[in-house]
């Protein structure tokens, strides 16, 4: 299948995994400047299941709250609207990315595992370093690769071309779907992004996450979900001279990737937490 084959086909697909009405519904009234701390809460307490794991996330040890949220009209007090919105994302998404089948070779476990590494390490990141909102870079963070998914779903031939040749040949996924695959993780990661209507720097976060490209405007997003990802996939081990950022943003991530000593465990004690919430249930 060529690429624009692979777009149509993509294009077609009318059963890609989605958010539940909720996420919508309150990025509905954000975006018309219409949320008010009470109809947020409204919205989200009609599901009691999503009002406490939202409530479990807030309260959990890595994220980082420092006091206790004890309703849904508190969280989006302290939190703000749009971290809330992002709880909702974070609650629901493993949900809705579930792999239909499971090849040999790739293991839902590790990714997840991964995803949430990359997720608490960018938000980390965003935090130390004031370039993003932290609860944007933890969702860029956690959706990096779930483009991943959408190809092991729809487009299972490639997937195991992919798995193929990462086996065979030792090379890097990335590498290895530019060489065999009629469309990228990153392309579907992005769209899939764009149709839950995630904001502008989500989506080129996730679409620049392997391809960077220095951008004058950047928002400082996209770079803190790479300088993640490389952590996550090197052993927390990025010499800070293998990444190579815009002067701004090379400023204010390249003194943490210098000395990760000084936020490095702290983060990684927060991954281990995540990972026990996310993975409970898998
Ligand atoms: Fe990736
Ligand atoms: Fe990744």
Same mark, same amino acid.
């Given at each position: 299948m060529d690429n624009k084959t692979a777009w149509d086909t993509l294009e077609k697909i009318t059963n890609l995994p989605t958010l539940p009405a909720v996420y919508f519904?309150?990025?509905? /009234?954000?975006?018309?400047?219409? $949320?008010?701390?009470?109809?947020?809460a409204r919205i989200i307490e009609? =599901?009691?299941?999503?009002? %406490? %794991?939202? /409530?479990?996330?807030? *309260?959990?040890? @890595?994220?980082?709250l420092g006091? &206790?949220? *004890?309703s849904i009209s508190h969280a989006v007090m302290i939190l703000g609207f749009n971290a809330v919105k992002n709880a909702i994302v974070s609650v629901t998404v493993l949900d809705a990315l579930t792999v239909k089948d499971r090849p040999a070779g790739f293991n839902t476990t590790d990714f997840w595992r991964h995803s949430v590494s990359v997720a608490v390490l960018a938000r980390q990141l965003a935090q130390? %370093?004031? /370039?993003?909102?932290?609860?944007?870079? @933890?969702?860029?963070?956690l959706l990096h690769d779930a483009g991943k998914i959408i190809l092991? *779903?729809? @487009?299972?031939? =490639?997937? /195991?071309?992919?798995?193929?040749?990462?086996?065979?040949r030792n090379l890097a996924f990335a590498d290895a779907e530019q060489e065999v695959a009629s469309l990228d993780h990153v392309q579907i990661g992005a769209y899939l992004a764009r149709k839950w209507q995630m904001p502008d720097p989500i989506v080129e $976060?996730? $679409?620049?996450?392997?391809?960077?490209? &220095?951008q004058d405007d950047t928002t400082g997003l996209v770079e803190c979900v790479i300088a993640a990802n490389m952590l996550a996939n090197s052993n927390y081990?990025?010499?800070? =001279?293998?990444?190579?950022?815009?002067?701004r943003v090379e400023d204010a991530l390249k003194p943490l990737l210098a000395a990760p000593e000084s936020w490095l465990p702290e983060a990684v004690e927060e991954i281990d937490a995540a990972c026990e919430f996310f993975l409970e249930k898998r």
């Open positions: 519904q309150v990025n509905k /009234l954000l975006q018309d400047k219409q $949320a008010s701390i009470e109809k947020i009609v =599901d009691p299941g999503m009002s %406490s %794991s939202i /409530l479990r996330l807030v *309260n959990s040890a @890595f994220y980082g006091k &206790t949220c *004890n130390r %370093s004031r /370039l993003a909102a932290p609860e944007d870079a @933890f969702i860029a963070g092991l *779903n729809y @487009f299972k031939d =490639d997937f /195991l071309r992919i798995l193929q040749a990462v086996r065979e $976060a996730i $679409a620049c996450h392997h391809y960077y490209v &220095t081990s990025v010499h800070p =001279d293998d990444i190579i950022f815009e002067g």
